[in-house]
């Protein structure tokens, strides 16, 4: 048996966020690729939606909301998340939150400081 040492996210003490949602469904890997090289160029960190974490893209220590992490980072970026008040009762006291959404009537620019609405590929 070969257990494998897995570093874990520390989401509650990062200062940046930079979180996922089902809006990377048409290329899961191209979107994770592209929040992870979004959260290193800021120092941050990668967060996940739960519809993510149910579909297995990312692990659970990943998950920001009711049933994930509450977190209170700098700045919290979600990239093609909806929304739901499940996942925003885990990131709305972001200091600074910038969403990236196609559909323009997404619950999550309801509460966003920054909201673009475009294809998540194309704006990040």
């Known amino acids: 048996v070969v ?13 940046y966020i930079v979180s996922v949602g089902r809006g990377i469904s048409k290329d899961v890997e191209g979107g ?4 992870e090289e979004l959260a290193d160029v800021l ?11 149910d579909s297995g ?3 659970a220590d990943h998950q920001v909301g009711q049933t994930g992490k509450t977190v209170h980072p700098k700045v919290y970026i979600a990239l093609g998340i909806s929304g739901a008040i499940q996942h925003k009762a885990g990131m709305q ?11 323009d009537t997404a619950p999550i620019f309801e509460i966003a ?11 990040t």
């Not at 994770?32 to 929040?35: C, D, E, Q, V």
């Not at 006291?93 to 559909?103: H, L, P, R, T, W």
């Open 3 to 15: 257990k494998a040492a897995k570093k874990l996210v520390d989401l509650i003490g990062a200062d």
């Open 43 to 53: 120092g941050g960190v990668v967060g996940g939606s739960r519809a993510v974490i």
């Open 32 to 35: 994770i690729k592209l929040a």
């Open 93 to 103: 006291d972001s200091e600074c939150i910038i969403a990236v959404n196609k559909n």
């Open 113 to 123: 400081d920054y909201g673009i609405c475009g294809d998540l590929f194309k704006v």
């Open 57 to 59: 893209w990312l692990s």
